[in-house]
Every structure is written in C-alpha cells, then in structure tokens.
C-alpha cells in the first residue's frame, strides 16, 4: 500500500520512534515469510471447532471484483494455504457465488460427483443476515436492515438464498445434505433491533403475526418447527452468532438476554485503534469469552481506512480496495499481530484485495505469516507501540464504524436496601456492569462514609442478574456508600452517593 501522503514525514518518524523503543522489529518488520506450512489453529469456544488464525473475508474482491481479478481464485488459494475458516453474507453482492463456484470446483457441495464430504466438514463456513424479522415486523418501527436479495424480506429468505448460491443452482434449489456452519445476526446497532431479533423467541407462537430473526433461525438450527416457519423440520445450520461493529451495549444486552446459551459465536471490530473508540475489546471480548462463544475479529485494517480508504459510510467500489500488503509508515504484519494478540480472539476475518506469485506482494500469504502468533505473543509494551503507529494514518480516526470514546463508566444502577439476617444488620449493594474506557477494568470498590472497605474483583457480567456486596454493619447509625469502578491504570469512576437510614 502506499503511504498516505497527507503523513508527513516529520509525523511518522516521531511515531515509528517511540514505537521502536519499545517493540521488538524481528526480522520480518515489513514481510512475512513466504510459506506458512501448518497454519497455527485456535479452539473456538463451544463449536468445538480448531479454526485457522487467519479467516478468508468474504468482502474486498470478493464482493467488489476489479476487471483484472478472479475471485473465485483468491478463494481457492486460501483452500491451498490451508485457511480453513471462511466468512460471507447476503449482503456482499456476489461473494456468495463466487463461494459457490469455488466449492463445486473443490467438490464441497453436495450431491455433486466427488461430493468431499470429509473436507466439508474440516472447514468452517458462516453467513449472515441482516434482516431481523422471520416473520411480519411491516407494522414495527422502521429497524435498520438490508439483503441483496430481492425477494429476501425475512431471515429464513435469507438462509435459504446462502444455501441456494453457495450449493445449489443459485435460483431458490438447494441439495440435500447442505447447511452453513453458522449464521450471524449481523452488524446491529441499536436495542430497537435487539428488540426485533429476540421477539417471539421465549414463546415461539406460528398464529403470532411477529416473529424475530431468533426464533426463526433457532427452528432450522435444531430441526423444529416451534415457529411455524420450518414445516419440512429441516436442519440447515449448526451454530448461531451476532455480530456487531458501533455499540457494547447493544452486543452486551445481546449476551446478557442469552440465558439459554443459544449463541455460539460472536464477531467483532477489533484493531490498534479501537482505544480511540467506545471499544469492544474490553468490554465485550470478556462476557462472551466467559460464556464460552467463539469470537471472531473484523476490521482489523479499519476497512481498508488505516491505507486509502477514506473513514466514511460510503459505500464501497472496487476502486476502494487496498491491493498491495501494508505500506511502509505502518506494516500489516503489525495490525494482524495486535488484533490476534488481543484476549479472546480466535481468529479474524481479513478481505483480500489480490493474490499473487510473488510472496512479498500476496496479501493472503502475507496475512496469514502475520496471523501465525500466540494469543500473548505480543507484550503490552508491543501492543502501546502499536498502537502509536496506527495512530499516525488520519491521525487515528480510522474506525468511523465504532461508537466515539467514553470515559470509563461508574457502576451502573447501583442501589442499597438493608435488613436484619440473624439478629446482625446488613447492607446489601447491587450493581450492573460499568462500561470500559480506554484501560480494561480491574476491580470493584466498596466505599463507606467515604472511606473505602473492601474491593470486589472483575467479573464478566453474563447476565442481568446484578453483582452484590453484603456489608455487615455493626452499629445502627445512618451510612452513606460509593461504588467505585477501577481500571488498570489506577483511574476511578464513583457512583453518586447512595445513603442508608438509620435502624431502631
């Protein structure tokens, strides 16, 4: 990629200094090594699934395809380099076709002569829709959704179009046999839509004239028909996910309402400039890795904003992807490193722009060399020069897709209430999650008459039920307590104070 020319070089060199103080270059600063032989694998939560490092987007030339590419060669290289975890959705134009073309020329669909069936199943496929409706929602708020399919109004539409484009003949048939390793409630952004999505899911009625996107895919997850929407019982997917790139409380509230674990697998926004924005990686990363999902990384390059693209909600065209590796004011190999040293990711999903012979210059060899580090293969040291580097392209407002930064949050709906248990009197605190800033958070604590008296460590919040901290109270007197959020650079956040009357 070629360095952004609105970086001067005065800038970069101040960057790329206080960066190299504290990083470690190696011998592969700008490149990776040519041949990767055996792609590392991380194990992806409950699917029970070891996925490559490095997941083959289903976006850049895959969905806006330049003159002189072949798409349905880049997929088919990824295959050879042993990439085993693959990403499209309905609403990248072409991507699901030219998946389709690709998997009949590697016998993976089936039916077909030479049908694969065993190396179907060592590679992992997901889709997603963006339609949160299974069925009705006309007279519902007008919620943000969007297929490229004509005559997709519904998720189950949806589902049935992947199939039909990736194994059958691309017109509505499909052969038996086919399903997806997992579907995505993709890109939400807004409690209206989580709203949408779980509707009709804790009491599935087929006479209900709503049913959300849930319940729906749930019914062809599992064989059923609870929804009324899967009369033949088919059973086409094998996992379900969510995905989500502007707002933590949005993927929060999606996690927390899952008491059933229904969700399997999570993706996410992740990169060096995410501490810039209200970010995912502190605060999402950790409930859903407590609940066990498998989380994916996207936006690893800030779609594309880190090179040439400029940070904005356009749309797309070819003329926008990035086809050369890196640029030489911030390395690729570097961004790829961070996003995958990052707790919780299991792998990410990187769109390419072009593949080719000369190793230095193919984006997915160079992609997947990078992807081949530990989860704590980079120090904290390494990650804050990285940090600095991606922070000198556009002066770090690269991630346009994420919610601005915040401030780290106090406890949230904290309250007091007391009661005598065995002749004693105590003071219980509740409390919900607070919100991450820029550091992650540490630990809780528990403030009286403004003084502090005990500390709660960290926890994942999985659900709604509210953390508690008992507070046995010697005298009868009237109190005043503060709760107080700690990240790990020692920052506090108070909550107001919550006072507690006196007792006879």
Request: hydrophobic share 35%.
């Amino acid at each position: 990629m070629t360095p952004n020319p609105n970086i001067s070089r005065r800038r970069f060199m101040q960057a790329a200094g206080a960066a190299s103080a504290g990083l470690a270059l190696g011998p592969y600063w700008g490149f990776g090594k040519a041949t990767v032989i055996k792609p590392l694998r991380r194990d992806m939560g409950r699917m029970h699934f070891e996925a490559t490092t490095l997941g083959l987007g289903g976006q850049a030339s895959l969905q806006w395809t330049p003159a002189d590419v072949d798409p349905v060669k880049i997929i088919l290289k990824a295959f050879d380099l042993g990439i085993n975890y693959f990403d499209t959705s309905n609403a990248y134009g072409p991507s699901q076709m030219n998946f389709g073309k690709a998997f009949r020329n590697l016998h993976l669909t089936p039916g077909q002569t030479g049908y694969d069936e065993r190396r179907r199943r060592e590679i992992f496929l997901t889709s997603k829709t963006m339609l949160r409706w299974g069925k009705g929602g006309y007279a519902k708020e007008n919620l943000r959704s969007f297929s490229d399919g004509e005559q997709s109004f519904h998720a189950i539409d949806d589902l049935k179009r992947t199939l039909t484009q990736v194994f059958g003949d691309g017109r509505g048939a499909y052969p038996s046999g086919a399903y997806l390793d997992m579907v995505l409630i993709h890109n939400l952004s807004s409690m209206a839509e989580v709203e949408a999505v779980w509707e009709g899911f804790d009491k599935p009625d087929p006479r209900a004239e709503n049913i959300g996107t849930l319940a729906a895919l749930l019914d062809y997850r599992d064989g059923t028909n609870r929804t009324g929407l899967n009369p033949k019982e088919e059973k086409l997917i094998r996992h379900l996910g969510f995905s989500g790139h502007h707002s933590p409380p949005v993927m929060i509230e999606m996690i927390q309402r899952d008491e059933g674990n229904v969700f399997d697998g999570m993706l996410v926004s992740i990169n060096a400039n995410d501490r810039q924005s209200f970010n995912m990686q502190y605060n999402i990363n950790p409930i859903a890795v407590a609940k066990g999902m498998g989380v994916i990384g996207m936006k690893v390059f800030a779609d594309g904003a880190m090179y040439r693209k400029e940070p904005d909600l356009e749309p797309h065209t070819a003329q926008h992807i990035v086809r050369t590796v890196g640029s030489d004011s911030l390395p690729s190999r570097r961004l790829v490193e961070y996003a995958l040293s990052t707790p919780g990711i299991g792998t990410v999903i990187i769109g390419t722009g072009q593949i080719s012979e000369d190793p230095e210059s193919c984006q997915l060899q160079q992609n997947l060399s990078a992807a081949q580090i530990a989860p704590k293969g980079l120090s904290a040291t390494d990650r804050v020069a990285i940090e600095k580097l991606a922070s000198v392209p556009k002066d770090g407002k690269t991630n346009y897709f994420q919610l601005p930064k915040q401030e780290m949050t106090p406890p949230r709906d904290a309250l007091a209430k007391q009661e005598m248990r065995a002749g004693k009197r105590v003071v219980s605190l509740n409390w919900q999650m607070a919100y991450a800033g820029d550091e992650p958070i540490s630990h809780y604590e528990i403030w009286r008459d403004h003084q502090m008296v005990d500390q709660v460590a960290y926890q994942p919040q999985t659900s709604k039920k509210p953390f508690e901290f008992a507070d046995a109270v010697s005298d009868k007197t009237a109190h005043t307590y503060q709760i107080a959020t700690v990240d790990a650079a020692g920052h506090k956040a108070l909550t107001e104070e919550i006072h507690v009357v006196s007792v006879a």
